[in-house]
Each structure stands twice: as C-alpha cells, then as structure tokens.
C-alpha cells in the first residue's frame, strides 16, 4: 500500500498531526497507524483532564508557546463537537510562610507567560476553596477540565470521515527511509509513503530508532497513581487544588481535580513504572525494567533525587502516605475519603546527565518528523503541537517523489 503521509501513534499529538495535514492539503493520502485498538488509550486518557493555562512554563519555551496557542484550539474544538469541558479555576496554594517566595515566583511566570492571575490571601482562597488551607494563592480563572478520551475518539472520526485512513490494532516491527521516502514494516504487512511522522508516546524513542533516528533523549515511564474522593468527601474540593511545585523536585505533587463528570482525585504519584505501560506496581516486564535500571541517565536521576524518589514509592504502597500528601492542601479530607483509582504512566524524557527534558523534543530527518518527548500540556495543547508538526512534514513532501 502507498501512502502520501504516514503517522505512527494514534494519541491525540498524532491525531492532532494528521488532522493538520489534511486541512493543509486536502486529499493527501494520510494513514494513522495505531497498535492499540483503539486511539488515545495511554498518556491522551489516562491523566487528570485538565485544560492547563500555561503559568508553570519557562517563558519562551515550546511548552510555554504551545500550551497558549493550544487551549484556545481545544476549546473550540470542544465546543464546535459538543464535548463538555469548564473553565473550573485553579488555586495554588502556599501553605505556609515558607512556600510564599516560591509562590511570588509563580506569580511573575505567570505574567511573562500571559497568564492572568489573582492573589490570594487566606480569605480570598477560602472564597473559591472553602476546605482548602494556606496562607496565600494564585487563583486561575481560565483553567479547566474536559475529557481528553473523548476528544481523541471525535478526532478519529473525523479524520476517517475527511478520507484518512486508520489502522487500529497494527504494531511497527521496523521501517526504514528510502530515497523515495519511508517504508513502515507492521505486523500486517509494510506500508510505503512519501513522508513519515513518529509520535509513539511511551515508545517514542524506540520507535524513532527503528527508522535510523539517534534521539537526544531517551525515555523513562514513570507510573502516576491517583485515588479518588468517596462521593460523600467530594464537595471539599470546588475545582482545582495545586500546591506550589518545588523546583527542587523532577515533579509538580499531589494535587486535587474535580474532573468532568464531577468525581474528584488526588494525585499523581511519581514512581518508576517496571513496564512502559505498568499501570500497576504488579505489571512488570523485564527487559523495559532491565533498560530503565540500565541507563545511566536515571541512575544519575535517582541518585539526585533519592529521598523524594522513595516518597513517590511509598505513596504507591501506602494509601495513608498518600492522605498526608493530600490533607496538607485539604485538612478535613479523612483517610476513610480515599480509595484507590486508575492510574496513568508518563514518558519522561532524560538527557544524558540525568536531567529532565523538560520541554518538546522533535527531532527530524530527510523524510521524517520524530516526535521523542511530548510532556504536559501535550494534551491541552495538541492542535497546537499537531499544526507545527503537520508544516514541517509536509515540507518534506515537496522533495520526496510523487506517486
């Protein structure tokens, strides 16, 4: 079979790329090839939902850029397909004197990044957040939830109903670039195109390599568990509830959502996942084990981050490390609120030294686009993301023979 475009990963960056294409270039010959079956079944669904506003990310950056351009295109897309999403607002909270300067920073990010926000004190943040505690906040009236699931599925189809073609259930065993362009070995045959986009989230670096890409980075999953508030607990929480990240520590903290459908969790955790898609402490599979412990790269990690990395285990452990985690943001929240809920596992991205890859990482070749690290606010700002992929593969077109 030959294709114009092909895009390995169908979650929602990889929806996003094709759908771009195709507005670019209607009639392109575009097929999306996804080894699930079904699209957005990992890092697209299995998170918190959130539409993010941007505050946190270094001014300048791909992050920074996209998430702005990105949330403005997911809410209409929303809103012209009928999926729900709220503009619920964000606190987040100091809870003591000593998380003020850090908040203070905050603040200043947010008004070089655009982001309009309101200070708090402890009665304003009482105002949005009756149950919430701390002694100063930023409230952020533009972020909000939607269902990212649902959005990749309304993506599918209308891509199929635009002429593109969706291969579910088909895995990439191997590829390779040609003079001509690509060819994409699968598990049901080979597929040859004029141009190729990789975006394979959890294992996107290895699927970079198999078309001869070096990634700069390499990937590491990192398990997110979150607990749900029993439905009689669940009006202590308004809308979003965020400490102030620590900048000292690779990841945000446990935080509280009310997601769409009005549940609430707490979460994530932040733990060494044994699988690249070991949703549970139980899923192991040796040789993603064996490669995580090998490389150099997150045994620098861990060795910098040691004490915090076991406070992440321990939440995985004990529900009780985890209420403690969560009642420093909501004191009345009980240990009896709290159960166990689904989980999600996120690509982190290591550069050599063992630091994180703290932004997108695309990378490209003669006939390809890679897209290796793709972080939150991937999924708030995937239209975004998708455009800028779609303009640099199809510039690749223009060289690749015509057929």
């Not at 568990?225 to 509830?241: F, K, M, Q, S, T």
């Not at 990841?251 to 733990?271: E, K, N, Q, Y």
Request: proline share 5%; with cysteine.
């Amino acid at each position: 079979m030959r294709a114009d475009l092909i895009v390995v990963g169908g979650g929602l960056v990889g929806l996003a790329t094709a759908r771009a294409a195709l507005a670019a270039r209607p009639g392109l010959r575009v097929t999306v090839v996804e080894k699930e079956p079904a699209v957005g079944r990992h890092q697209s669904s299995r998170n918190s939902g959130v539409l993010h506003a941007g505050l946190y990310y270094r001014p300048g950056s791909r992050k920074a850029a996209f998430c702005q351009a990105g949330k403005a295109r997911m809410e209409a897309f929303c809103d012209a397909e009928g999926i729900p999403f709220v503009r619920s607002g964000k606190v987040v909270v100091a809870v003591d004197g000593a998380e003020v300067p850090r908040l203070d920073a905050l603040q200043e990010r947010a008004a070089q990044n655009g982001v309009a926000v309101v200070r708090l004190d402890a009665d304003g943040l009482r105002k949005h957040e009756p149950h919430a505690a701390g002694v100063a906040a930023l409230w952020v009236p533009s972020t909000g939830v939607t269902d990212f699931g649902a959005v990749a599925d309304r993506m599918a189809l209308r891509l199929l109903e635009a002429g593109a073609e969706l291969r579910t259930g088909t895995s990439v065993v191997g590829g390779r670039e040609t003079a001509a362009g690509v060819v994409v070995e699968t598990d049901r045959g080979p597929i040859e195109a004029r141009a190729l986009v990789t975006c394979a989230g959890l294992w996107a670096d290895r699927v970079a390599k198999q078309f001869g890409a070096r990634p700069s980075v390499e990937l590491v999953p990192f398990r997110g568990e979150y607990v749900a508030l029993r439905p009689a607990a669940a009006d202590l929480v308004h809308g979003l509830i965020y400490p102030v990240p620590d900048p000292a520590l690779p990841f945000l903290g446990v935080h509280l959502t009310r997601r769409i459908d009005g549940t609430v969790d707490a979460g994530p955790s932040a733990a060494l996942a044994f699988a690249r898609d070991g949703y549970r402490l139980r899923d192991v599979r040796l040789g993603d084990l064996g490669e995580a412990l090998g490389s150099a790269a997150f045994r620098r990690l861990a060795r910098r981050h040691l004490r915090s990395g076991l406070g992440e285990l321990s939440r995985s452990l004990s529900l009780r490390v985890f209420w403690n985690a969560a009642r420093r943001l909501v004191p009345e929240l009980a240990l009896d609120d709290l159960v166990r809920a689904a989980s999600g596992v996120r690509a982190q991205a290591l550069h050599p030294d063992g630091t994180l890859a703290d932004d997108f990482v695309i990378e490209s070749t003669a006939r390809a686009v890679h897209v290796i690290n793709a972080p939150s606010p991937a999924a708030t700002a995937s239209l975004a993301v998708g455009e800028v992929i779609a303009e640099q593969v199809l510039a690749r077109l223009q060289g690749a023979p015509a057929t």
